[in-house]
Each structure stands twice: as C-alpha cells, then as structure tokens.
C-alpha cells in the first residue's frame, strides 16, 4: 500500500507499507534513489544507521512496540529518505503510532520529520505504561506469601525491560545525527530546538526506564531475601526435629537392649516407664528452645 499526504505545497509525505518491486522501482525512479538503497528497503535493516547521498538522508529507526501475546516489547523498523521537499517512510508492517497521525500547517521536511518521529516517541512513553503498571502491582503483592509467583512476574517483567532498553539505546545516536547530517541538508540553525528536542523526549524514555529496571531489580533482592527467610526456617524446623528425635531413638535403643545390667529388662510396666521418660524429655528441650527463641 502506497499512501501520500501532502502538506500544502511545502512538503510532502510518501508513507509505503510492505513495499512491492513497482514501489521501489517508483522511489528509484522519482527521487534517484541509490540501488544499494532500494536493496536495503526491500525488508528489515540488520542495524540502525545515517548515510548521507547527494539529493537525500537515509537513515533506519527502531522502536519498541509490545507484544501481548509473549508479553514483552519488540522492535520495530522504519526507513526514512529525507529529500529537499519529502519525507519517506517505509515499513514492513502496520504503525499504530503513524495510524491517526497528520499535520494541517505548512512544514518545511526537518519539522515534518520533527512531528513524525515525536509520534513515535509519544507511543514510545505510552508503551512504558505497562512496565508501570506492572513494577507497581509487583510491589504490592510482596509480603504477601506470593514469592514464587512474584518471581515469575519479575522474571518476565525484567525480560521485556531488556528488550525494550536494547531497542531504544540505538535511539540516541540516531537522533543525535540528525543535527550533524539531516539538519544541514533541509534544515538551518534555527531548527536546532527541533533535534534537541527529540533527543531530550528520548533521554526522558532511557531515564524512566532505568528507573523502572532498578526498581524492579530492589524488588527481586526483596522477594529473595523473603524466600531466604522463609527456607532458612524450614531448615531450622528441621534441624530442630532431628535434634530432638536424636535422644528419644537413644534412650528407646538403650533401655529396649536385651543386655545384663539393663534395669527395665525384667521390670513391669518397662514400656511405659520409657515412653515417659521420653515425654519429659521432649518436654524439657521444647521448653528450652522456646526459651532461647528456636522454635
């Protein structure tokens, strides 16, 4: 699908989706686009990257966009080709964030690009929703006996802040280029604020993310050190028990032993004498751990 907006007569914008061979033939044709170029646009760019040709920019974007049904963010592409009077993006597949977009005041190319790639840093902020949400319903559930299922959470929650951060670290210099090789081209010094601007929106995503991602890391140390405790009085209940079923096997060993000298041997009532003699025992060491705060 080819689609174009034109603004006015100060710019215009060239959105392709799924380009076909008469798209790029189109692209080569019209605007003298590089056959290396055209190669490229024929699906997803391995890297992000600047170059900069005699009549236009070309350059690739990644974003984060969230996958409901692996729960977690993906990345995707879209090629710019920067020209004196366009704008042209091509995609591989649908962009909700370009979805409603459109601008109704003349533009020069630089502030047409400024308003799209501001689109996309907006649903870039909208994607972090979720990673919110869902940082802030991992600190209310702990404390709560949920540790193992708290653990899952953070595990897939820290999965989808890696990726998310491994797409937008590419952001920075992407954008940080466009004062360097796209301003010169289309723009002049006083479109600075523009870049600036876009650089200063994306540093604003890193940060909250970084924020999100420590949280979520003080959180995990929380719910380990809750299930430490927990194991660590497992194991303490255990220990316990070993230690005082040790003298009751002992003394029944000793006093059930078939041996001269042995005082219950021939006495009667023998059994219950032992069984007692157990009970105190117990009794005792219960009362002494209790003492102590063992148990």
Do not use: C
């Not at 959105?15 to 189109?26: M, R, S, V, Y």
């Not at 690739?60 to 710019?80: A, G, L, N, W």
């Not at 091509?90 to 601008?103: G, K, M, P, Q, T």
């Not at 719910?223 to 194991?235: C, G, P, R, W």
């Amino acid at each position: 699908m080819q689609t174009t907006v034109s603004l006015k007569k100060a710019a215009y914008w060239v959105d392709i989706t799924n380009p076909e061979e008469k798209h790029l033939e189109w692209l080569k044709r019209e605007f003298n686009i590089h056959p290396v170029i055209i190669d490229e646009l024929r699906g997803p760019s391995a890297r992000p990257r600047t170059e900069v040709y005699k009549d236009y920019v070309y350059f690739v974007y990644y974003f984060p966009d969230y996958d409901q049904k692996e729960e977690t963010s993906r990345r995707t592409e879209i090629d710019f080709l920067i020209t004196k009077n366009h704008v042209i993006t091509v995609h591989y597949e649908n962009i909700e964030a370009l979805r409603d977009f459109s601008i109704e005041k003349d533009e020069n190319p630089l502030k047409l690009l400024y308003y799209i790639i501001q689109a996309l840093l907006q649903f870039q902020e909208r994607q972090l929703r979720h990673i919110r949400e869902k940082v802030e319903a991992i600190g209310k559930e702990l404390f709560k006996d949920k540790e193992k299922e708290v653990l899952r959470r953070i595990s897939r929650l820290k999965r989808d802040i890696s990726e998310y951060r491994i797409i937008v670290r590419h952001q920075g210099p992407i954008l940080e280029s466009l004062a360097e090789k796209v301003l010169p081209f289309v723009g002049t010094s006083a479109d600075i604020p523009y870049v600036r601007d876009l650089v200063g929106d994306q540093l604003k995503i890193v940060h909250q993310l970084d924020d999100y991602r420590q949280a979520i890391s003080d959180f995990e140390d929380t719910n380990n050190q809750s299930m430490n405790l927990k194991i660590n009085d497992v194991m303490k209940t255990f220990t316990i028990l070993s230690f005082l079923t040790f003298p009751f096997m002992l003394i029944a060993t000793l006093l059930t032993m078939h041996t001269p000298g042995n005082p219950l041997e021939n006495v009667q009532g023998g059994f219950w004498i032992v069984v007692i003699a157990m009970a105190v025992t117990m009794a005792t060491l219960v009362r002494y751990f209790k003492k102590k705060g063992w148990f």
